[in-house]
Every structure is written in C-alpha cells, then in structure tokens.
C-alpha cells in the first residue's frame, strides 16, 4: 500500500479495487451480447456458467486492521448494490 509515487488511503484502495472492479465484473457479465474469445485458452467456460456465479472472494496480500475495515465497508457496499450476490474477502497472501 505504500507506494510513493502513488499514495493512497485504504479507503481509496478498497473503493477502486474491491468497489470499482467488483461493480464492474458484474455490470459485465450482465450483459446480454458478450463474445468470449478462446485463441488464448481452450478452457474457456460457458458464458451462462459464468454468469451464474454468485459467491466472490477477493484475495488480498496485504492485511491490517485499518485495511480490514475499509475492506469490509466496500464488501458492504457491494451487497448493498447487489443484494443477490455474495462478497467476501481473504487476507494474508496465497496459501
């Protein structure tokens, strides 16, 4: 999070990357016309497998109280707007 070319809050890191991006996934797979190319995968799902996906976890390296928390109001945020979903949040790194 400390980046000195580009510093920013754990508010504004959890708005852009769990709110922002997270809305955006779903307007995406809400939409009616959507080519999924496969000349970079073979393994490219059904379209209507993917949109069928209700349960997002967002996978998080960083992890401290202040970052929980603004973590946690965003996820919020996000059930709010889309209340058939459901959002979660994995902190720490890859396991």
Do not use: C, H
Request: net charge negative; charged share 25%; no cysteine.
């Amino acid at each position: 999070m400390d980046n000195p070319n580009v510093p920013q809050t754990e508010e504004q890191w959890a708005l852009k990357q769990i709110f922002k991006k997270g809305s955006n996934r779903i307007i995406a797979l809400q939409q009616t016309e959507v080519k999924l190319s496969s000349s970079i995968s073979q393994d490219v799902p059904l379209f209507e497998d993917i949109t069928n996906i209700r349960n997002y976890v967002f996978r998080i390296d960083a992890d401290t109280p202040k970052l929980r928390l603004a973590v946690q109001n965003e996820l919020n945020n996000l059930k709010t707007k889309y209340p058939d979903y459901n959002f979660s949040a994995e902190f720490g790194g890859k396991e």
